[in-house]
């Protein structure tokens, strides 16, 4: 059989093999893909002059490539579900969300309830970071007093506090 006979019998059996492959794979346009990678391979095999029935290759070509996909997509998905098993979690369960939001409504109802220069130099030195001299600078109070403030405000909130790492709600910080 000559190249012209090849050709003119792998592209008449072209569409049958779309065909076969539409069924087989349920997808047209995987069909299409592995159907092109057949005839490529085919074609140029027999450009070499070693093939007897290009059909029939073109055929169990397209066979074999649709086995080799159908491995290749179990070994990408069982990567994917081994990646997925190794990722840790980024984003916080909602039961943690839950229990952060009721922890700080128990931080922010005490502090509240503290008084108010005692409040506002404890969250501008612990909430905010600021350092006692920029905090006696922003409420006009000396650096002394805002020590003080902080002591007692921690003190005031210290019962709380440790409620709070006993129910856990300070395990994830840090």
Request: hydrophobic share 50%; glycine share 4%; aromatic share 6%.
């Amino acid at each position: 059989m000559n190249i012209k006979d090849i050709g003119d019998e792998l592209v008449a059996a072209y569409a049958e093999l779309r065909r076969f492959l539409v069924h087989r794979l349920r997808n047209v346009d995987d069909a299409a893909d592995v159907a092109q990678a057949s005839f490529e391979r085919v074609y140029a095999c027999a450009l070499s002059g070693t093939v007897a029935t290009p059909r029939a290759l073109l055929f169990h070509t397209a066979r074999t490539l649709c086995i080799d996909r159908g491995r290749h997509r179990q070994v990408e998905a069982r990567a994917l579900e081994a990646l997925h098993a190794a990722a840790p979690v980024t984003a916080p369960s909602v039961e943690r969300v839950v229990a952060d939001r009721q922890a700080l409504a128990r931080i922010t109802s005490r502090l509240q309830r503290l008084p108010e220069k005692r409040r506002d130099a404890f969250v501008l030195v612990r909430v905010y970071g600021c350092t006692h001299a920029e905090a006696a600078a922003q409420l006009g109070l000396s650096v002394a007093a805002i020590e003080k403030h902080v002591v007692r405000a921690t003190l005031d909130c210290a019962d709380l506090f440790l409620a709070l790492q006993n129910d856990g709600a300070f395990a994830h910080a840090g």
